[in-house]
């Protein structure tokens, strides 16, 4: 292989996104790194307009914390016949997202009734380390209002 | 004043809020809409003897048009056994240009909807039935009762489908039996309410 080759696969690998195939909604919370205090799930899709609009609050979220609040994005995009997974990729890329995200190929209804949700997205739930839910908010987010909730909730875990 | 200030606050709260969803059982909402296809007025009058359903959609949201084949096989297919289809556009076009009665009335020409496509301008209608996405359906009886809300089918894959859950309610009522599913939860995208 030749040496420029195998540097622009090096930094392609460097900045992909990671996304990861899920079917079942309860191992969502699997992905989560043990050390995370708060586990933030965002259910999203490319093509949902709000929550595309909410991608740069969710990443000032992600970026004010350390490893204690932990972000991963479920994608939807999976529920329409037209979409791809390289297309989620893509725009995760685009976007710049370093947060893991899921590409998720199960059943609607598993979905929603998991994660107690009347079907619309954006919807992010925060969960501790029990798996107890902490906070949820259905629609797009506020990075500023997020970030402050965040912090009440770790203020009370200490 | 502590609870003239408390009402006030829970009123505002209210007026912000998404309507609840009509319950099942409940008397459906009639409507009088303007069918983007020929400029018409249409009414629903529920309690007019037929079997109706209605199918909150647009044209912007990708979900929604996942499922118009769906709902155009279904119209289609159930028409034919004497109910009535109506589809409502409840989006704010001043935010969605392609949700204005020009839009909708190419839409429905180039797809063949078999249905009025009536256009919900300020979401009166979507608030009464208490819609939150699209697409949302209803099936109401012929004595004006809400027998069926929320999804079309669980999937808009049809290899993936597990639950039909207009298809089911409506043999169901046709057979002259209560509805076993009577509500599921509706996914798509959020109405885009005027603001």
């Known amino acids: ?158 | 004043m502590k609870k003239l200030f408390l009402f006030v606050l829970l009123a505002g709260l209210a007026a912000a809020s998404v309507a609840d969803e009509l319950a099942i059982g409940a008397a459906a909402p009639k409507f009088a809409l303007v069918n983007a296809v020929d400029g018409k007025t249409v009414t629903f009058k529920p309690g007019d003897g037929k079997l109706s359903v209605v199918v909150f959609t647009c044209n912007q949201c990708p979900y929604a048009k996942a499922f118009e084949p769906r709902i155009i096989e279904l119209a289609r297919q159930y028409q034919a056994k004497g109910v009535a289809f109506y589809a409502i556009d409840p989006n704010d076009e001043a935010q969605y240009a392609v949700e204005s009665l020009a839009e909708m009335k190419a839409r429905a020409t180039s797809h063949g909807y078999p249905f009025p496509y009536l256009k919900d301008g300020d979401s009166t209608v979507a608030h009464a039935y208490g819609a939150r996405v699209t697409p949302h359906v209803y099936l109401i009886d012929g004595g004006g009762t809400l027998r069926y809300r929320g999804y079309v089918d669980d999937s808009a894959k049809p290899e993936e489908r597990r639950t039909t859950g207009l298809s089911n309610a409506l043999d169901d009522l046709l057979g002259g039996k209560a509805v076993s599913n009577q509500a599921t939860r509706a996914f798509g995208c959020t109405i885009k309410w005027k603001s």
């Open chain 1, 1 to 158: 292989m030749r040496l420029a080759t195998l540097l622009f696969l090096i930094a392609t690998a460097a900045s992909a996104a990671d996304l990861r195939d899920v079917d079942n909604p309860a191992k969502v919370k699997d992905v989560f790194p043990a050390k995370a205090k708060i586990r933030i799930v965002n259910i999203w899709a490319t093509w949902c307009v709000p929550c595309v609009a909410e991608i740069p609050e969710l990443r000032a979220v992600a970026a004010a914390f350390g490893p204690t609040v932990a972000l991963v994005g479920v994608s939807m995009d999976d529920m329409i016949p037209e979409t791809s997974r390289q297309k989620v990729v893509a725009f995760l890329n685009t976007q710049k997202i370093s947060y893991t995200n899921l590409y998720y190929r199960g059943n609607v209804d598993d979905l929603t009734n998991y994660f107690r949700f009347e079907g619309e997205i954006p919807v992010t739930v925060a969960y501790d380390r029990s798996g107890k839910e902490v906070w949820r908010h259905q629609g797009p987010i506020k990075s500023a209002d997020t970030i402050a909730e965040l912090r009440k909730l770790l203020g009370r875990m200490q």
